[in-house]
């Protein structure tokens, strides 16, 4: 019987092990002392006997299972914020009704109960991080011992997972992880479980290169979409729409999906994307950035983490500790004069807090949800160690342990599909890496947009600079811009002839058609930069670049802390001009490739390629600009990141692939790089998960589309 079928049983609360026993027995002892100690330390609220304090954590969990069906339905009609709320209330009024009717217990108001609950949490938190069990094992618990009820029922009572399961897919990306800083992971001890993986042989580790730009917007694109060719940076100038795009924008992002989706991607038919930048067009859809204006997904599918005792609370507390720690660990770098590094202060460290730990545990309920209901395909984007690393550094300490979180997570939602009724193959990737370096202002002394504009007429100019931050986006913004008007995770600064902001928005100065673009727009995507002159309609080639503003391109190569620029030079195709040279990339009259000294030889040997396709990709810049790069493989990002990627250079194209030994790579989808065999490119990971989702059936076929469409037609009009 399919996980599907809605004949098959659904999964309840009976048919217990001595294992269920002992671990309701341990949640019990454990509320009861966090309990017990926040009655103790808050003024209001007191106990008369250790029973009393017992009998109340007894309380609280039957009234959880008690409120849970009228919570469901709430969240049914109100959504993710109505399961927010829900939940919210639901814990206060448990621990209120317990605090308040059972014997020897007295509270004096309801705010007593909050704080009861949160240095409850707080307690049980520190126990579990004494104990040394997994992070996210609290989150799930209930998910797990449900599914686990469920195996039994499947197998008939014999107490083990049935044989016959149906095989699923768990694609889990670690967001912005390259492949050496993995290695250097298992070899520190901080990625237990997938190094287990791969030494007892289940698993095999090995490379795909992330081309230009090596964005997780264009690696989401190509694979959730197999359309990697449709997004040429984290931002550019749409001459389309006539503005700036930012992928981390909703509104943008289902625009750049309206425009690369086909409808057959990665989890159609029936898959789950869950804190993806695009749907993958999943029937299932959470904190999926494209389509955050619609909702972040069923309510009731975080109904478990919203109202589950002291499982909010729990995340709050340590959503705060981890911005604590984020401040602690920012004044060490200071303090030791640590080298690069960038400011950690304002927005990032609540971000850091957020993302780390509320919707890093958010998004691990929520997929192990799928998996207990047995979604064919599940996609889940855990972006913890990329928002560090930009701040503190790829193989900084404080990012290497974000790492150390994401492999326990691995741990828990393997064992949540160990009981799932699916027998799920794990695979795990990254989109991208990230590099080391100084930013290109500290090495230049001003940004990039001030570059520009000083080789354009001595400054005078219109501009638009987009992406002096980073590229903040996760699962954090598709929450808040459910619930939200606008957001303004990225902001953008209109620069007007003198270096005065003009906010978005403003009117502009009057065109011939009343409405004047800037003359040049400038934006950054780590190392890698554009630049656009709007008001020509379309793409400018080397010669009138030259004659409008003599020097530009030569000014711009010629910058310390800038490796090369890409021009379209018309006759002889795409060129990479450097400091000492110029490589033409599509020779069209047989002459010489370079001229002078190569500027694209040290990116490696797959750059020049890179650079040709990312050249002719739609609304790339008038301007492609390259951060240099050293022997050693740092560059320089264009914003305020000491570990980036979008461009070349270092380890930030050199991504993770981890799969199944079974599931074989096939070699029709492999290239040389640099002496190595592997995938190049998001599309031809995309090619290659779609034909393991294909021979594990879980792709319908043409023939089988057609039917069921049959079906389902026939069956409305027999309505």
């Known amino acids: 019987m399919s996980p599907d079928d809605p004949r098959r049983p659904h999964p309840g609360w009976w048919s217990v092990t001595l294992s269920d026993v002992g671990d309701a027995l341990l949640g019990l002892v454990t509320t009861a002392l966090g309990l017990g100690i926040a009655i103790a330390v808050v003024d209001g609220v007191s106990a008369s006997n250790p029973g009393s304090v017992l009998l109340a954590a007894l309380a609280v969990a039957v009234g959880d299972l008690v409120l849970r069906p009228p919570l469901r339905l709430l969240a049914r009609v109100g959504g993710a914020m109505g399961a927010l709320l829900a939940g919210l209330a639901a814990q206060v009024l448990v621990a209120w009704l317990a605090l308040t009717l059972l014997p020897g217990l007295q509270v004096r108001n309801a705010w007593a109960v ?3 609950l949160v240095i409850a949490a707080l307690v049980m938190a520190i126990g579990r991080w004494v104990w040394g069990a997994s992070d996210s094992d609290y989150v799930v618990g209930d998910v797990l011992r449900r599914a686990r009820a469920h195996a039994r029922r499947a197998g008939e009572g014999g107490g083990a997972v049935p044989d016959d399961r149906p095989p699923g897919l768990l694609v889990v990306q670690l967001d912005g992880v390259a492949a050496p800083v993995l290695a250097q992971a298992v070899d520190a001890g901080l990625a237990p479980t997938m190094a287990r993986w791969v030494a007892d042989g289940t698993h095999v580790v090995r490379e795909w290169w992330a081309q230009a730009p090596s964005t ?29 795009v930012v992928t981390n924008h ?10 690369l989706s086909d409808g057959r991607g990665l989890l159609a038919d029936g898959g789950a994307a869950v804190a993806t930048m695009f749907s993958g067009d999943a029937e299932r859809q ?42 602690y660990q920012g004044r060490r770098q200071r303090v030791r004069d640590v080298r690069p590094r960038v400011p950690r202060r304002g927005w990032y460290v609540v971000l850091r807090g957020v993302t780390n730990v509320l919707l890093r545990d958010l998004a691990t309920s929520v997929v192990a949800e799928q998996l207990v209901r047995g979604a064919p395909v599940v996609f889940v984007d855990l972006v913890d160690y990329d928002e560090i690393a930009h701040h503190a550094g790829p193989t900084r300490p404080e990012s290497m342990r974000a790492l150390e979180g994401l492999d326990r997570v691995l741990d828990t939602l393997v064992r949540v599909a160990a009981a799932a009724p699916r027998d799920y193959r794990v695979v795990v990737l990254s989109d ?15 940004p990039l947009v001030d570059v ?15 992406g002096t931050d980073d590229e903040q986006w996760g699962p954090l913004n598709a ?63 080397l010669e009138e670049v030259e004659e409008r503003w003599p020097g530009l391109v030569r000014g711009l190569a010629g910058t310390p802390g800038i490796g090369l620029v890409v021009v379209d030079t018309g006759a002889r195709g795409l060129a990479a001009v450097g400091p000492g040279g110029v490589a033409w990339l599509e020779e069209a009259d047989g002459g010489p490739a370079v001229d002078g000294v190569d500027p694209v030889e040290r990116y490696g040997g797959r750059a020049a390629d890179d650079l040709r396709r990312l050249g002719r990709l739609d609304h790339v810049g008038d301007l492609v600009v390259l951060s240099d790069v050293s022997a050693d493989g740092r560059v320089h990002a264009f914003e305020g990141q000491v570990g980036s990627h979008g461009g070349l250079g270092g380890a930030q194209n050199r991504a993770v692939l981890l799969h199944p030994v079974d599931l074989v790579v096939d070699d029709d989808l492999l290239a040389d790089v640099d002496g190595r065999r592997m995938p190049v490119g998001a599309d031809r990971v995309h090619e290659q998960l779609v034909r393991w989702a294909t021979a594990l059936g879980l792709r319908r076929t043409a023939t089988r589309r057609a039917a069921d469409e049959a079906a389902d037609e026939a069956a409305e009009a027999g309505r």
């Open 114 to 116: 909050v704080q009861v």
């Open 216 to 244: 997780t917007p264009a690696s989401q694109a190509g694979l959730l979409h197999g359309a990697a060719d449709a997004i040429c940076s984290f931002r550019w100038w749409d001459r389309e729409v006539g503005r700036l």
């Open 250 to 259: 909703p509104e943008d992002a289902a625009l750049v999906e309206r425009r």
């Open 286 to 327: 959470h904190l999926v950035m494209s389509q955050a204006r619609r909702g972040i997904g069923p309510g009731t599918s975080y109904l478990r983490f919203f109202a589950s005792p002291f499982v909010l609370a729990r995340a709050v507390t340590l959503t705060v500790g981890e911005m604590v720690k984020e401040l």
């Open 432 to 446: 991208h890496g990230q590099s080391l370096g100084a930013t290109f202002e500290q090495v230049a002394g001003r």
């Open 452 to 466: 520009v504009r000083g080789h354009m007429a001595g400054g005078g100019v219109d501009a638009v600079q987009a």
């Open 479 to 541: 929450f808040l811009s459910s619930t939200t008007a606008r957001h303004g995770a990225d902001r953008s600064r209109v620069l007007g002839p003198q270096g005065r902001d003009r906010r978005e928005g403003d009117a502009p100065e009057p065109g011939s058609d009343g409405v004047a673009p800037p003359v040049v727009a400038v934006a950054g995507s780590g190392n890698l930069g554009m630049v656009w002159f709007p008001r020509s309609g379309r793409r400018l080639v």
